[in-house]
């Protein structure tokens, strides 16, 4: 079985620009949750998606959102980069909300200069 | 809302030891706790986890306890290896309307000594 799969690996942006960050869960799971981990630091929350549903957002500004398809894949969009955006994005996949165990993908390495 | 505390942030240990990393957290709604360990350039790996309702679970060499009274868990390590050489990230998830999102610690790099 697939685990949860992240794209792209890596990427390079400039200050201003807009990124799209794409996550695939594992087969039968239907909650997504986006976690940004910035170096030295652990993973922080930034949504969860369940059933195409909004059901819970952290701490982070309106530049940042998210959406999720009918195959629970799911998509991290973040507007006006800044340099303190650069980190590790990583999404987690659990079977259904609520259910608390969650499995990461590789993540994608978010450069902003 | 949720916060968790982890300590030490570093710990060295020689093969063989055991290895303690302590959590605390202060929202009493808290009912999943899950550890993760991070090797370097990789996705944090789900290693053990309790829930509330449970005071101990062992899974090898690894076990979790859990005070809830005090509000605080623990990582237990015996006969540690090298290969345990990684980032040790503990989590609490937030209860209410956004149950299930976890928040995390800041990590314990464990090193193991050969």
């Known amino acids: 079985d697939a685990g949860v799969t992240q794209s792209p690996t890596h990427l390079i942006k400039t200050r201003g620009q807009q990124v799209t960050l794409r996550c695939s869960p594992i087969?039968?799971?239907?909650?997504v949750s986006w976690y940004q981990q910035v170096l030295g630091q652990g993973p922080q929350f930034i949504f969860q998606?369940?059933?195409?549903?909004?059901?819970g957002r952290g701490n982070f500004p309106d530049r940042f959102s998210a959406r999720q398809f009918p195959n629970y894949s799911s998509e991290l969009n973040v507007n006006a980069l800044l340099l303190g955006d650069s980190a590790l994005y990583l999404c987690?996949?659990?079977?259904?909300?609520?259910?608390?165990?969650?499995?990461f993908g590789p993540g994608t390495r978010l450069t902003v200069t | 809302g949720e916060n968790v505390e982890q300590h030490p942030s570093t710990l060295s240990v020689q093969e063989g030891d055991s290895a303690v990393i302590k959590c605390t957290y202060s929202?009493?709604?808290?009912?999943?706790f899950p550890w993760y360990k991070q090797e370097l350039g990789k996705r944090p790996q789900l290693i053990i986890d309790i829930r509330s309702n449970v005071g101990e679970k062992k899974d090898q060499r690894i076990a979790v306890t859990l005070n809830k009274t005090a509000k605080h868990f623990s990582l237990h390590i015996t006969e540690t290896q090298p290969e345990d050489s990684a980032v040790y990230f503990c989590a609490g998830a937030m209860g209410g309307g956004s149950q299930g999102n976890l928040i995390f610690g800041k990590g314990t790099k464990l090193s193991v000594k050969p």
């Open positions: 929202d009493s709604a808290s009912n999943y």
């Open positions: 987690a996949s659990s079977l259904k909300w609520g259910d608390s165990e969650q499995y």
């Open positions: 998606y369940y059933e195409k549903e909004e059901r």
């Open positions: 087969s039968g799971h239907k909650s």
